[in-house]
């Protein structure tokens, strides 16, 4: 038990006197998430001791965001410079959908990070139609970053308006 003396003023009186009052040390429980804070403060030669709730904001990873590539071409394209020739999006993860127009001797191409994970394509409500994925690095034009894709090529040319379901 601390004890401390207090100056006390009186309303009726308007006179000083000087007592001595009990502090007892309190242990405060932190019920949320967050962490509490310390405030001291000097008020009329009195220090005044208060402790107050921090609220914290967790996040358990960043969110990362991926350029996925797609579009057309002649077939056996296989170049970082092709790939960065090609319509582009940001994605957060490998499943979205992509639409093109392929004409004649025209293949569809789409290319997605490796780090995302190796995506399954279907359009026309058929899994497949795409040849095996080769691995291309490719440095972003815009960001400087090196990075590994997988490129899909379509086995058939000339599909006119497809969507691509990628999952």
Do not use: W
């Not at 804070?37 to 005044?48: H, N």
């Amino acid at each position: 038990m601390l004890r401390h003396k207090v100056l006390h003023r009186t309303l009726a009186g308007g006179k000083e006197q000087e007592t001595k009052r009990r502090l007892l040390a309190k242990r405060i429980r932190v019920e949320s998430k967050g962490a509490y804070k310390v405030a001291t403060m000097d008020i009329d030669g009195c220090k005044v001791v208060g402790a107050y709730i921090v609220p914290m904001v967790y996040v358990d990873q960043p969110i990362k965001t991926f350029r996925r590539f797609y579009g057309v071409g002649a077939a056996g394209q296989n170049s970082a410079l092709f790939i960065n020739s090609l319509n582009q999006e940001l994605i957060q993860s490998k499943i979205g959908q992509v639409s093109v127009s392929a004409g004649l001797n025209e293949h569809i191409y789409i290319a997605q990070p490796v780090e995302a994970g190796l995506p399954l394509l279907s359009y026309g409500g058929l899994s497949g139609g795409f040849k095996s994925p080769l691995t291309v690095s490719v440095t972003d034009t815009q960001t400087g970053a090196v990075m590994d894709y997988y490129l899909f090529e379509s086995v058939n040319d000339n599909l006119g308006q497809t969507t691509i379901e990628i999952a």
